[in-house]
């Protein structure tokens, strides 16, 4: 009898714990905590710290620097015999095989883009001195996982910021303030622009440190906003959050 009464009551309390135990989806989920503008105490980089809470229920969020293959590659590029995607990195090797702006020119003048930051990188080769060709290539969404889209707010109403209307080939600087999230692990490195503080193996807050020189041309005095969201390993989105208004003086 007594056997039977221990099993019953390790059988109920099991079952409570077990029941209490948080259970999250797999799709990530963010919510908005703050953004606040740092400005540099030095004539240096400016910051806008985005400070959000995220969880996952199965733990495959972030990236690791070594993500560098498809599907986080950087860019796309494609082969002149037939069109095939190429995901690696330039190289003197695979330069001859890849579509520049010379066969743009001679084969598809109209299919292809005329010279743009969006679609055409120079390449440099190992000197940085002079660049020795142009090639074509397609911006691969997910060599991110931290979307970010800035707004100002213009009679009234809410735009978004578009920042290849900015850039005229070939000053192409870095267009976007999209962010590579790392691995969730504890971390607050001043390299990284990511702060990260573990509440639980599901559960973290993330602080995003965006540095640009040129927020206070592009936002100064301008009420603006930021809608944001994030992306897992598995290409699984979150939802989307937008901040509270803001101001850079």
């Known amino acids: 009898m007594r056997r039977i009464y221990f099993t019953l009551l390790f059988f109920v309390f099991g079952t ?23 400005k540099a105490e030095t004539p240096n980089i400016d910051a806008l710290e985005l400070e959000f809470y995220v969880r996952d229920g199965d733990s495959d969020l972030g990236l690791l620097t070594t ?25 003197a090797a695979i330069l001859p095989s890849i579509i520049n702006y010379s066969f743009k020119r001679k084969i598809n003048r109209d299919t292809l883009p005329t010279l743009n930051c969006k679609n055409w990188e120079l390449y440099w080769g190992q000197n940085f001195i002079k660049p020795t060709d142009t090639v074509y290539y397609q911006p691969n969404k997910f060599y991110f996982n931290v979307f970010v889209d800035f707004y100002n707010s213009e009679n009234g ?91 850079i003086p």
């Open 157 to 247: 109403s809410w735009k978004k910021l578009n920042l290849d209307s900015f850039l005229v080939f070939p000053n192409c600087y870095i267009d976007t303030f999209n962010g590579r999230l790392p691995k969730l692990e504890p971390n607050d490195s001043p390299l990284n622009p990511f702060k990260i503080i573990k509440i639980s193996p599901q559960e973290f807050i993330v602080t995003y440190r965006m540095r640009s020189l040129a927020y206070k041309f592009l936002f100064g005095g301008k009420k603006t906003k930021i809608k944001f969201s994030i992306v897992d390993r598995a290409l699984h989105f979150s939802n989307e959050v937008e901040t509270e208004e803001f101001v």
């Open 67 to 91: 993500d560098a293959a498809a599907p986080f590659h950087w860019r796309t590029y494609y082969l002149k015999e037939n069109g095939g995607k190429y995901e690696g990195s330039l190289s």
């Open 16 to 38: 409570c714990s077990k029941s209490d135990e948080k259970v999250f989806p797999p799709e990530p989920y963010i919510e908005f905590r703050s953004v606040k503008y740092v």
